[in-house]
């Protein structure tokens, strides 16, 4: 039979033109089967004769049976396009056929080849309907690709169909053949074939020499393939779990465990597939496969679009609604969240689906629609079907003897004496039909209100498209909601009309993307950094977020928490979803031509200029610009200005990463270096503004000498921009490098400048105490001692001081000081001066010694010059030498008892801060001054300063300046009538100091919680803090704080009142505080501690006693009179009568 593509009427052999619609019949090859134009003489597949006789006529028949669907591009042997190697995901199936030794035996040897030949053309047919390539026949087997040379967007669900269809064919074949073929023994000849089915990573390219090559995909994906076909019993497709992952919920599938294969060295799971699903998109098969779905996001403004449509439908004002957007952008998922919405309302929903197997197959979705609107079954006889249309036609009330002749070549229904053939013409009688059905449709609206629902309208057929036109056109007053889908590379004809609506949908914006990945996520949360990267990659597409998380959660790269996901080591670059794979290579095989543009344009990055490409491709201008207008009109680029202005960019970074992805390894080396000295050599300007471009394409070219000396000059950029992360990452590829040069003096003396460069950014970023911080300060004073280097010696001194420093080991921070002070001496360099007197004035400081601690600093102040000294010049732990060296002087001088210096001191960095634009310099500037002004009383300035510093330091990432930040804000809140809330937020960021492993700053919470804790009335808290505090006193640095701790313990132990003599206790810690004080002469502290006593004695009547005292200190003040410690004393003295 001749089968018109046109109408699907089927013809006797021989005939040119279709007996229906009069419409030229395709020549079937007689040597490879493809249908050929009418007029061709020679096969335009295989340049075969199109008039070649077969020997056998009655062979020739057997091997072509018709097929509804006839194949659109099929290749029967192999006859792969020659091109470059490449890598790409390919679904492999090996087909063989069930115990042909046997068989040979018992046929003539001409009768065995014919079967042969029968068997392979069978299957050559099925593989051709799903476009699969046969690569090689082998014997009896046949090698099939799906995925090469074009990839489709499910391979692996061709391959499975294809499977299935094979041995379905197989049945047919054998009875034919019985009618022909006689075996030796007299026995029936039943064939039977083993198909084994695999997806993986293959290298795809010629191989073989001479006149031996061929196009063949190479790695372990073909063996399994073959090793899954011996597994299969007979007449059974067999396929390996990574395909089934790819067409789960597709078809119906037998779990067969793990197997193991010769030659593989792990065991397989695998599984046999048993018949096709009813699933017809991605959210039927999770349904089929009960994997659940993520629920709808982002798309409450399109629901409420759908709504309102649906209810002017349902009022007789008939709607159509055009639902465009890309692959995967979620059309199939609002379209079913709808369909769930309409849940008992009464109404009807016709659904049918454009599929890209039938697109030359005449009304193929209205078919498939029809026959579930008739009810018919897969065993119901030709007769049963015949009798199920004539009742709904009668329902209808169409004429059965005009209506049924129309559709019996539709259904594949027999023509009977019952119903002749119509006396139209073939084009009449396709009009005819087109009207019937939507009468039909239209009369479904008389009885309830109607949504028709077709979906991918891009794959519909001509004729199909034909009676939509019509049905658009007749709907304005019907019950009938109409609603189309289909991607944005197909344009309806339609013209604009009041009851058409057109939406497209776009991409999730971030807020979108984050509550869909934690939707799939079960609503856990992921690691930041997964976060970011998940996001970047998949450029708001739900499938891409949804498929791209659904990879991670199934790898071992998290750990689950409670509420939270957890990265269990460094986290690598995320590839690319195997459910994902093939549908973006199938985008760029669709331009196989400009495959090299999309190539060479991956690798130069996500973004690109013309003038660069231009630089790097070998091709002219105009065969340049020619390819990329057409990766742009695809829409796999866009383009912003004209050439030679333009510039580039790729629509999603998935499609990016496939196309850079398909290169050889080799290959990608080839043109990154290419890349990286075409941008050495004509465009300078990278190495000043983006030098870790040039460090990349070194990378990825293996010129590893090359690549450090790029890197590192990226990460001395982004410390320059205080951009601290990038800088890490920039210094940290290039000690990773380094470690594949040989060992050399050079190599070390590069590793010791890397490892002083990494040391500012790792301070700031990952803290002071993190194990990263030591670990690179300690190579680097192992380098300094190796090549006996003194001046970079200073640079790494400096850094173990800040990690000993702030871990609490004062006693090694002091030595680090001193060193560094007998460096200085024997050099004489100021800048080492500088760095020594801020070291050990941060160190007295800390040891509660503060009349050494301001010598140092002041010392330090008076030799720090913003030009010589500033924060990017020499070494430095983030902050700026003068703003550091200021703010500690302000806190300094306000514990000796000068409020108005310090204050003074205290905006002097702030305002240095600022004049040097150093992010670092002046979230710490903000930092220590609101600290001052905690210490001063007034918690709004405290609070606006925190404030100021904890948006620097969450912006750039200073984790612990954050902290301190954050804890002042805290602080000053419980100070503003917000108690809970701000000491919420001192418990949080107290745990989070905790877990960083710091000391020095521990003391400082405690005081503030204590005061918090004493001002609320939680006594039992307080004191239990107070007294772990001070057991702890000589590992948190800060000595200073010792006289307020006692003096707070004195004060909750005078409100709680539990103590058998509260009066004596309480004065011995106030009289502890006041003679710790003394001895550190901390003015500051000294004054709260005898204010808190001499109240205490003016309640016990020793008013003269308290007022000797208070008066004593108070007046040893010379500034300051308007701050509430002094103000309060005064009062104090005054309402007792004590001045």
């Known amino acids: 039979m001749m089968h018109c593509n046109n109408c699907g009427f089927d013809n006797p052999n021989g005939m040119k033109f279709c007996g229906q619609c009069g419409q030229p019949l395709n020549r079937s090859c007689p040597d490879c089967g493809f249908d050929n134009p009418a007029n061709f003489n020679f096969c335009g597949q295989c340049g075969a004769a199109l008039e070649v006789r077969i020997e056998n006529e009655e062979f020739r028949k057997l091997s072509f049976s018709h097929s509804s669907a006839k194949p659109q591009a099929f290749q029967s042997r192999p006859s792969l396009p020659t091109q470059e190697a490449e890598r790409r995901q390919l679904t492999v199936m090996f087909c063989d056929l069930v115990g042909s030794t046997s068989l040979s035996e018992q046929l003539d040897p001409e009768d065995y080849r014919e079967v042969v030949r029968a068997y392979q053309h069978t299957a050559a047919q099925v593989i051709g309907r799903f476009e699969g390539t046969i690569a090689q026949y082998l014997g009896d087997g046949l090698l099939v690709y799906f995925g090469y040379p074009a990839a489709h967007e499910n391979d692996a669900h061709r391959a499975a169909l294809t499977g299935l269809g094979i ?250 004496e019952q119903y002749p053939p119509l006396n139209l013409s073939p084009q009449r009688q396709k009009q005819k039909l087109l009207k019937t059905m939507l009468v039909i449709l239209l009369k479904l609206t008389e009885i309830r209100p109607v949504v028709i629902f077709i979906e991918d309208l891009h794959w519909g057929d001509p004729s199909t498209l034909e009676i939509l036109t019509t049905l658009v056109d007749q709907v304005s007053n019907a019950r009938v909601f109409v609603l189309f889908t289909f991607r944005p590379n197909f344009n309806p004809s339609w013209p604009a009309r009041s009851y058409l609506t057109h939406l497209s949908l776009t991409r999730l914006v971030r807020r979108q993307a984050e509550a869909l990945i934690e939707s799939a996520a079960a609503g856990k949360k992921l690691p930041p950094e997964l976060l970011e990267q998940i996001i970047a990659k998949t450029d ?74 231009q630089a790097v491709a070998s091709m002219d201008e105009p065969t340049l610009q020619s390819k990329l207008t057409q990766l742009v009109e695809a829409e796999l680029l866009y383009q912003q200005g004209l050439p030679p202005d333009a510039a580039y960019s790729f629509k999603h970074a998935l499609i990016q990463e496939t196309a850079y992805r398909s290169l050889l390894r080799a290959k990608r080396q080839q043109v990154h270096q290419r890349i990286a000295r075409v941008l050495v050599e004509q465009f300078p300007e990278f190495e000043q503004i983006e030098p870790e471009v040039i460090a990349h394409h070194y990378t990825a070219a293996g010129q590893n000498e090359a690549a450090v000396r790029f890197w590192y000059k990226a990460g001395q950029r982004a410390v320059v921009q205080s951009a601290n992360r990038e800088a890490i990452n920039h210094f940290t590829q290039a000690l990773n490098l380094l470690e594949f040069l040989p060992p050399s003096a050079e190599r070390h003396q590069q590793e010791l400048h890397l490892r002083i460069a990494l040391g500012a950014p790792l301070l700031m970023t990952k803290g002071y105490v993190a194990s990263e911080v030591e670990t690179n300060y300690a190579r680097a004073r192992q380098l300094c001692r190796q090549l006996d280097q003194t001046p970079q010696l200073a640079s790494v001194l400096f850094g173990l001081w800040v990690f000993y420093l702030v871990k609490g080991q004062f006693q090694t921070a002091l030595e680090l000081g001193e060193q560094l002070a007998e460096l200085a001496d024997q050099t004489q360099d100021a800048a080492l001066w500088l760095e020594a007197h801020r070291m050990q004035g941060m160190n007295y400081f800390n040891l509660g010694r503060l009349d050494l601690a301001r010598t140092h600093l002041e010392e330090a102040v008076a030799i720090y010059d913003p030009h010589q000294h500033g924060p990017q010049v020499l070494f430095d732990a983030g902050t700026d030498r003068g703003v550091a060296c200021l703010s500690y002087l302000a806190i300094t001088l306000w514990l000796l008892g000068y409020p108005d210096q310090a204050l003074k001191r205290s905006q002097e960095a702030i305002a240095l801060a600022a004049q040097l634009a150093h992010p670092f310099s002046q979230a710490f500037a903000f930092c220590w001054s609101a600290w001052l002004h905690q210490l001063r009383r007034e918690p709004e ?166 007022g000797a005292m208070l008066s004593s200190v108070y007046r040893q003040f010379t500034e300051g009179f308007d701050t509430l410690d002094l103000q309060t004393a005064g009062d104090l003295m005054s309402s007792s009568g004590l001045d």
Request: proline share 4%; aromatic share 6%; with cysteine.
């Open 167 to 416: 041995v379905e064919e197989m049945k047919n074949l054998n009875v034919r053949l019985q009618q022909s073929i006689r075996t030796r023994s007299r026995a029936p000849l039943r064939l039977a074939v083993r198909i084994g089915i695999h997806t993986g990573l293959v290298v795809v390219g010629e191989i073989g020499s001479g006149e031996r090559r061929e196009q063949l995909a190479v790695g372990e994906t073909t063996n399994i393939a073959a090793r899954l076909q011996n597994l299969a019993k007979p007449n059974t497709v067999v396929i390996s779990v990574s395909s089934y992952r790819l067409v789960e919920g597709f078809f119906a599938c037998r779990p067969l465990g793990f197997q193991s294969l010769r030659g593989i060295t792990r065991p397989l799971e695998t599984y046999r597939v048993l018949r096709q699903s009813r699933a017809r998109n991605r959210l039927d098969a999770a349904k089929a496969a009960m994997t659940g779905l993520t629920p709808l996001v982002g798309r409450e403004e399109e629901m409420r679009l759908l709504s309102a449509r649906w209810v002017q439908a349902k009022e007789g004002k008939g709607q159509v609604l055009l639902l465009s957007g890309e692959a995967g952008i979620g059309k199939s998922r609002l379209t079913q969240v709808f369909r769930e919405q309409l849940t008992g309302e009464p109404h009807l929903w016709l659904s049918c689906h454009c599929s890209p197997y039938y697109r030359n197959t005449a009304l193929y979705p209205l078919i498939d629609l029809f026959q579930r609107l008739l009810r018919f079954k897969e065993d119901d006889s030709p007769e049963r079907k015949l009798q199920k249309l004539e009742t709904a036609l009668d329902q209808y009330d169409l004429p059965r003897t005009e209506t049924i002749p129309l559709f019996t070549p539709l259904l594949a229904l027999p023509l009977s």
């Open 540 to 613: 708001g597409v739900p499938i891409f977020l949804e498929e791209l998380t659904k990879m991670v959660l199934e790898q071992d790269l998290l750990r689950e928490r409670v509420d939270r996901y957890e990265l269990v080591g460094p986290l690598p670059a995320l590839a690319i979803p195997a459910t994902l794979h093939d549908s973006l290579m199938a985008r760029l095989d669709r331009l196989a031509a400009v495959r090299e543009v999309a190539q060479l344009g991956a690798t130069l990055g996500r973004n690109f200029s013309y003038r660069l490409l």
């Open 941 to 1106: 300035p405290a609070q606006a300063l925190a404030h100021a510093g904890l948006e620097v330091a969450t912006e750039q990432g200073f984790a612990l300046l954050e902290m301190l930040c954050a804890m002042m804000e805290s602080w000053a809140l419980t100070e503003q009538d917000q108690t809970e809330v701000g000491l919420e937020g001192i418990l949080q960021k107290l745990r989070e100091f905790q877990a960083t492993g710091a000391q020095l700053g521990q003391l400082h919470f405690w005081v503030l919680l204590a005061e918090v804790y004493s001002r609320t009335g939680r006594f039992d808290e307080g004191l239990n803090l107070v007294a772990q505090a001070l057991a702890e006193l000589d590992q948190k640095g800060e000595q200073f704080y010792a006289a307020e701790l006692y003096r707070l313990r004195g004060e909750m132990l005078l409100a709680h009142q539990t103590a058998p003599d509260p009066a004596a206790e309480v004065e011995a810690c106030f009289l502890q505080a006041v003679d710790l004080a003394c001895q550190q002469d901390i003015r500051a502290l000294q004054l709260r501690a005898t204010t808190s006593l001499a109240r205490l004695q003016i309640r016990q009547g020793r008013a003269a006693e308290a």
